[in-house]
Structures are given as structure tokens and as C-alpha cells.
């Protein structure tokens, strides 16, 4: 365990989801730390080493210092708090602050049952959110339940998520954590404490709002980046030309920077643009760029889907009875988060134009308890059925072995439309079947 003046007793992380798990884990191996979350399921499966997000596996759970609980008074007395709920968007594309505003309610009301004579706590947000929530939202409600101030009888810090789930590359461990704090002492205790889990350093960034801004903007660069790359390809698309063929050759120049066209799903790149347009909007100015670019990659799979269906058309196929099979229905590659899924919007609209349509993915749970217009099926390898189009929606590894099945999966004048790009580069597939993508 660790040693130093600085450095807090504990750590007690609030909300154990695709976050606060590996944080929290992370965290036990160095200080004495708990766990939190409201979902009592969630903590009974972690307790029992099962983690449904398939981040973390039973052994890491179950050899684990980490204290699980679902009893709040575990944030009454805590030293170090960091919280970690959703920040998602309305159906009108708000900032959804209402998970911040009862988890901030509920550390207020902790904080006023607190033992005398312990240190003022510190309270660290790691929910992605627009640059000002953390001090000009949040803050104000810990003191108004707490009836403690700010920067006396608590201080805030924040310092945001950046790794990359499904990706063994870039973990905790491997990427620079930026963190933040109200004063530069708390700033440098929050510096400190990272400092034990994050191998790859921490950056200290000038104020909370910075911290805050730095990570809303690494997604919207993310966004627009792939909007611009979408925007390409169906222009090139109405002109005739292969938008990865130009791709090909623009990459050529030394400041090209190149992006797959595609979906943009999930709980962080198509959200965290419209926190900033909020914040921007608040202050009376309008992110077109932003927005825009938002509209583009929301509207891709209406793209994609009326795509197909002309291209079916094109080649003498009828769409009412053509027979669709979609591989991938999580929002990325080798996850099995399906939040904000545009391979599930995607299917849903092929499954309004085609006669059956089929999802795949190893994945996928089916048994969310939500209705589908699809069927989900089972591994279609030797499976005997046939389908007149595939659509390659999710470039989950476990589908590169599937890739050379495809022809055999495909009826006379079947052909694949593939949005992730790379098959293409598989020479049986690309000599033996049409493949169209973006
Ligand atoms: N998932 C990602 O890849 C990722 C990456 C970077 C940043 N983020 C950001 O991190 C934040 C968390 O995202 P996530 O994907 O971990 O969410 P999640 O839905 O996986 O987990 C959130 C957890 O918080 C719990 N919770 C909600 N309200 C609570 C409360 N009042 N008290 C205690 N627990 C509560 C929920 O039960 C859930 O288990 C979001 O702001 C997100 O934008 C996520």
C-alpha cells in the first residue's frame, strides 16, 4: 500500500459502471478502497465476480481488496471521492445532468452526517460533461445538502476518463490521466493520488473548467473528424468514384490525416458534442461546426439503409423479399456495450425495408427486454441459410474468421456491404464477391 503524506486514507469510488470498475480495481491495489453503486444486481454479480459489461474478468473481481457496497453512508466519513455516473443527453439532445444532480444531492447529504474532526473531502467527477458543471452544477448542490461551502468544507477536482474500452492498448495503465482541482493544493493531492494508478503520468491542468474542456473536445475532434470523412464519401458516392480510393491517394501526403467513414455509436463520442454546444450556447454562440457534424453521423445509417436498398434494386432484386443478414449489433468493435448502437438503428431501419433480416454477434444479449424488429440468430457459419445481402456492421474480431465464409453465405447475386472498411483486404472474399462500402 502506499505511503505519503498527501495521499488520502481511501478512496471510495461512486458508481461501479464501465468507468468506475477498472477505476476502482485499479485503485484497491494501492489504498484501501470502495466501491459504490445504487444497482443492487450489479454489486451481487460483482460480489460474485461477474462483471456483465465483460470488462473485467471473474479473477480480477474476486482477488480484489475492493469493499463492494450499496449502502451510501460509505461516503459520510470518505476521504477521497470520485464519481463516475452517466452524463447522458435528453431525447432533444440536453445534457442530461440528472444522474449528477442525485448522486451530488447524495454526497451533500452524506457530507452533513460526517464525523467531527476529519479533513475536509475531496470530490472528483469523472463524468464526461461540458466545461463549468463540475463547480457551477454540481458543486452548488453538495453545498446546498450538505450546508458545508466549497473549497472549505469540501473541495472539488475532476479529472475525466479517456481509455479506450475493448482496447488492451490504451488502459489506465498506458494513457496520461489529466486531473484538476478547485485549489493548486487539492489539485496537486488529486495529481498524487492518480499518480498511483495512472503508469503513464498525470497532466495537471490549469483549472477544473480546462480539465473539463479538454476532455469534451477530444470527442467532438473524434465526431467531426469521422463527419468529414462520411460527408466524403457520399459525395463521392453520387460522383461515381470509390471514396477509399481517395482516401488511398490523399493518404499519400505527409499532413493527410486519414478516418473510416462509418457509424459513430455509443455512450461518449455521440453525446459528449452536445455538451459542448450547450456550455457554447450558453454563452450565446452557436456551434454550427459541431452540430453539423453531429447531424452527419447521426444520419448514417438512414444513409446506409437507403443505400442498400437502391443497391438491391440496382441489381434486379426486390428489397420486400430479400433476406438481410447484419454481422455486429454492438455500437463498436470487441465490446458488448450496445448504448446508443447505431448497428442496432441500422438494423431496425433494414428491417422496415427488407423481407428478413438477421443480426449476428457474439456479443450481443438478446435478452435486454427490448423489441426488436430483427431476429437475432447464432453463429450463421455452416449454418445452411443464405442471404441476399450482408451487411458487415461491426468489425469484431471473432467475424475475421467468418470473413472467408462469407461467399458461402450468399445467394446467386448476393453481395456484402461492408462499413468497417477492411474487407477489402481479404483477397477471397474481394475476388469471389461484390463488396460495396462507404
Ligand atoms: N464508457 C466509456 O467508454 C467512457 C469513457 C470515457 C468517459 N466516460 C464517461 O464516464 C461516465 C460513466 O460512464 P460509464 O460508461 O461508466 O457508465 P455506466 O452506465 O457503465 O456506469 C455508471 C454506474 O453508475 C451507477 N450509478 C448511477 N447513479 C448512481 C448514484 N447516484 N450512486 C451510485 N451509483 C450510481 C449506475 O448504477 C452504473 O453502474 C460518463 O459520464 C461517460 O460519459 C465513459
Known amino acids: ?25 485499479a485503485f484497491a491495489k494501492k489504498l484501501p478502497t470502495t466501491g459504490f453503486d445504487l444497482d443492487a444486481p450489479r454489486v451481487d454479480g460483482l460480489r460474485a465476480g461477474i462483471d456483465h459489461n465483460s470488462e473485467v474478468d471473474s479473477a480480477t473481481i474476486l482477488s480484489s481488496n475492493l469493499t463492494l457496497t450499496t449502502d451510501v453512508s460509505c461516503i459520510a466519513d470518505a476521504e477521497f471521492i470520485v464519481v463516475t455516473v452517466p452524463t447522458p443527453v435528453t431525447d432533444d439532445h440536453e445534457p442530461d445532468l440528472s444522474l449528477l ?43 446546498r445538502e450538505s450546508g458545508l461551502r466549497s473549497g472549505e468544507g469540501f473541495f472539488l477536482g475532476y479529472s475525466p476518463e479517456r481509455t479506450n474500452f475493448g482496447d488492451a492498448e490504451h488502459t489506465l495503465e498506458t494513457v496520461v490521466k489529466v486531473v484538476s482541482g478547485q485549489t493548486s493544493a487539492v489539485a496537486a493531492r488529486v495529481a498524487e493520488t492518480y499518480g498511483l494508478i495512472a503508469k503513464a503520468g498525470t497532466h495537471m491542468a490549469q483549472s477544473i473548467k480546462t480539465a473539463e474542456a479538454s476532455k469534451v473536445i477530444e470527442n467532438v475532434q473524434r465526431d467531426l473528424n469521422i463527419a468529414l470523412f462520411n460527408e466524403l464519401s457520399i459525395i463521392f458516392d453520387r460522383m461515381g468514384i470509390q471514396s477509399s480510393d481517395v482516401f488511398d491517394a490523399a493518404a499519400t501526403k505527409w ?17 459528449d458534442p452536445y455538451y459542448l454546444a450547450y456550455a457554447a450556447a450558453r454563452t450565446g454562440y452557436d456551434a454550427d461546426v459541431v452540430l453539423t457534424g453531429r447531424a452527419i453521423n447521426e444520419g448514417m445509417p438512414e444513409y446506409v ?27 463498436k468493435k470487441n465490446v458488448a456495450d450496445t448504448r446508443n448502437s447505431k448497428a442496432i438503428v441500422l438494423a431496425e431501419l433494414l428491417a422496415g425495408r427488407f423481407g428478413v433480416v438477421h443480426v449476428y454477434d457474439p456479443y450481443f444479449d438478446p435478452e435486454d427486454g427490448l423489441e426488436r424488429r430483427f431476429e437475432v440468430v447464432g453463429d450463421p457459419a455452416g449454418s ?17 474468421v467468418l470473413e472467408d465464409q462469407l461467399p458461402e453465405l450468399l445467394s446467386p447475386g448476393g453481395f456484402v456491404f461492408d462499413l468497417t472498411g477492411t474487407l477489402a483486404q481479404n483477397e477471397k472474399v474481394a475476388s469471389t464477391t461484390s463488396v460495396w462500402s462507404l
Open 384 to 400: 445452411g441459410r443464405e442471404y441476399d445481402l450482408v451487411v458487415v456492421a461491426v468489425g469484431h474480431s471473432e467475424f475475421d
Open 101 to 143: 444532480a442525485s448522486v451530488s444531492a447524495s454526497i451533500g447529504d452524506q457530507l452533513r452526517g460526517r464525523s467531527e474532526g476529519l479533513p475536509a473531502p475531496i470530490v472528483v467527477y469523472e463524468s464526461t460533461t461540458y466545461p463549468g458543471c463540475t463547480e457551477e452544477f454540481c458543486g452548488p448542490i453538495i453545498e
Open 1 to 25: 500500500m502506499a505511503d505519503s503524506e498527501s495521499l488520502p486514507g481511501g478512496v471510495t469510488v461512486v458508481g461501479l459502471g464501465y468507468v468506475g470498475l477498472p477505476l476502482a480495481l
Open 255 to 271: 499532413n493527410f490525416h486519414r478516418y473510416q467513414p462509418g457509424l459513430v455509436g455509443g455512450h461518449c463520442i455521440p453525446v
Open 305 to 331: 439503409a437507403e443505400k442498400v436498398v437502391s443497391l438491391v434494386r440496382g441489381r434486379g432484386g426486390e428489397p420486400d423479399s430479400a433476406r438481410v443478414l447484419v454481422l455486429g449489433a454492438t455500437f
